[in-house]
């Protein structure tokens, strides 16, 4: 799989949109971008996932980059439940292929 | 829905003995996953399953062993544990169209070997 690069932390205010930024300049044609978040002292979970137009769903937004080398996760308005690492992961189109998760971004909401 | 149910949610173990970390799902999903997750780290991947009497070995398989004799169970056993293998432990769920549907993951075990 291809690999991914994300900033270690990001920081954003209640109510605030918060855009995440995830980096993969080796991506291939097939490969879709998934994004899940891990709450603290949970599992992951699922958050969106794409692979050339942009997605939007109820819990967030993913902007795909013209030559799908970089794309971003978009929270439209932060909550402190939003805080949580977020993993930017490539995956290609392969049944039985396990998901790499890389250390994330953890993303601190304040008050 | 229950999802992925894992037991026990937490265990000390002494170092040398052996312990089965349970999960479960209730889905029908075909593909089941054991990861695990060091302190501020990712997640690495222990074993996998395609389907009830197929496993194979993930990044990290020593030290531990698998059995899928059913779609629903997945059990993870440790035998003759260390304290490496204090971690917390994952254990993930999906439907044959995972890029489509991604994973389910259960609460998590976290386990400390002393």
């Known amino acids: 799989d291809a690999k991914t690069t994300q900033p270690n932390s990001m920081e954003s205010n209640e109510e605030e949109p918060v855009h995440l930024p995830c980096n993969h300049s080796?991506?291939?044609?097939?490969?879709?971008i998934h994004w899940y978040r891990q709450l603290p002292s949970q599992g992951p979970e699922y958050v969106i996932h794409?692979?050339?137009s942009n997605v939007n769903n109820r819990m967030a937004s993913l902007a795909i980059a013209e030559d799908r080398k970089s794309s971003t996760l978009i929270l439209h308005r932060a909550t402190l439940r939003d805080a949580a690492v977020y993993y930017c992961i490539l995956r290609a189109d392969n049944y039985g292929q396990n998901f790499v998760f890389g250390p994330g971004t953890r993303l601190s909401v304040l008050p | 829905n229950a999802g992925v149910t894992q037991t026990p949610k937490f265990r000390i173990l002494k170092i040398g003995q052996s312990m089965t970390l349970q999960c479960t799902q209730d889905?029908?999903?075909?593909?089941m996953y054991w990861y695990r997750q060091d302190p501020g780290m990712g997640l690495k991947l222990i074993y996998y399953?395609?389907?009830?009497?197929?496993?194979d070995k993930g990044e990290v398989p020593n030290g531990y062993n698998v059995s899928r004799s059913t779609t629903e169970d997945f059990p993870l056993r440790l035998e003759l544990a260390a304290p490496s293998q204090t971690s917390v432990y994952f254990c993930?769920?999906?439907?044959?169209?995972?890029?489509?549907?991604?994973?389910?993951f259960g609460s998590g075990t976290r386990l400390t070997v002393v």
């Open positions: 399953s395609v389907g009830a009497g197929i496993t």
């Open positions: 080796t991506i291939s044609g097939t490969d879709y």
């Open positions: 993930a769920s999906a439907t044959a169209a995972v890029t489509t549907y991604g994973y389910t």
């Open positions: 889905m029908n999903h075909n593909y």
């Open positions: 794409g692979l050339t």
